[in-house]
């Protein structure tokens, strides 16, 4: 067995829990986190599987826990509430955590679920809508209809939680932007506290980019991508949504919370297959694969498949690559400290010079944050910060590791 330093390192009370239940009803045609079709597979075992795992590595006193997938909602509510009070056992979570997030997709959340869920210490749910259009939703291989999808915003609604996020995806093949904005009226007639928008992306090994690569689906030109998200960002700040993130949009104080740790570039635990975890400065993995990773919890071994330590510059460059992205940006002196670099180290310098005088990067108070000309090119400008950091070449990976929830990407 290999043996890998993270195995070593233990989290500080209050780092931030991710769980990762990997079953949904069909694989999406876009998606390429780790997820599985739930038929046929032992979805009790799996659940038995991440019980074992929470109770050997989650932290104590988590800030924020994230429930996601997949497909959590999947479950049976006396499963999810299993799930939760073991998950309390082990970390204390409903003594500390300020936000306690799950996902759900509409064809398996009622009003009935949502109280359970709340009874069990959920306080926020983030509800994978994607679209309110049915070809676009037979196109991603979503299994649910715009009438079940508005029922279970409604059903969120009417079953207590305050706190709701609906995940959209825009720039399908054949949409137009006046028929994007209407399902933007449609989800945000409900005064949801979280809109998460995010442009369609052709993922390696997915179904859809293969369907482009065979020259079944049309291609978007760049005028028609800025057109959809100028469109994206006006509608939703003329209702009152702030872009706090390139992807993400809030009503006051309804930030995702558990992300904004992410985009901070802060500890966090990963639990379940897929799951990664980053702790004293190294980021590690469990195997991209749902049986070598039970068989490992079976064993009672830590399921690591990878792991990697960053250099301190490199630390450097993910705090701007992941700070660049928000709308607070990135505090240099305060990345500086937390990576542990010297000014005279600091090679990002030229870079912020760089974006400055092409009118990408502007400087307010500590933070250095994207301009209204740069929001667009959120994803080139923060990939300057990585490249210029980069000491070596990443590890191979045989596992290919899961993408974390939230920077970058929908997660179902």
Known sequence: MTSFRAQQLTPEPGTALYVHL??????CTYCDFYSLAAEGEDLDGTLEAVIAEVHRRAPRSPKTVFVGGGTPSLYPPEDL???????????GFR???????????PESLDADRVRALRSFGVDR???????????I??????????????????????????????????????????????DLRRVTAFELG??????????????MTRWREEGRLPVFGEELELAFFEATRGAL????????????????????????????????????????????????????????WRRAIERGDYPTAWEETLSPVERLGETWWLG?????????????????????????????????HRGLLERVGAHYRLTERGWPLADAVARKFLDATSEREKPTDPWEPAKIVGPTSPDR
């Open 22 to 27: 990997p079953f949904c009803v069909a694989k």
């Open 81 to 91: 509430g299993r799930l939760f009070d073991e998950l309390d056992r082990a970390s």
């Open 95 to 105: 003594a500390s955590a300020r936000e306690v997030t799950l996902e759900s997709n």
């Open 125 to 135: 749910l983030s509800i994978g809508v994607q679209s309110l259009d049915p070809t």
């Open 137 to 182: 939703l037979e196109l991603f291989g979503r299994v649910h209809t715009a009438e079940t999808a508005l029922a279970a915003l409604d059903a969120a609604r009417t079953g207590g939680i305050e706190r709701i996020s609906a995940d959209l995806i825009y720039g399908a093949p054949g949409q137009t932007v006046e028929a994007w904005l209407t």
């Open 194 to 207: 979280h809109i998460s928008a995010y442009q369609l992306a052709y993922e390696k090994g997915t179904i």
């Open 237 to 292: 700040g003329d209702r009152g949504y702030q872009a706090y993130e390139v992807s993400n949009f809030c009503l006051s104080g309804q930030q995702c919370q558990h992300n904004e740790g992410y985009w901070r570039n802060e500890p966090y635990v990963g639990i379940g297959p897929s799951a990664v975890s980053q702790v004293g400065g190294t980021r590690f993995g469990n195997p991209r694969s749902l049986h070598p």
């Open 324 to 356: 660049l992205r928000t709308r607070r940006g990135v505090d240099l002196e305060a990345a500086r400290a937390s990576a542990s670099v010297e000014p005279e180290e600091d090679p990002t310098l030229p870079r912020i010079e760089e974006m400055m």
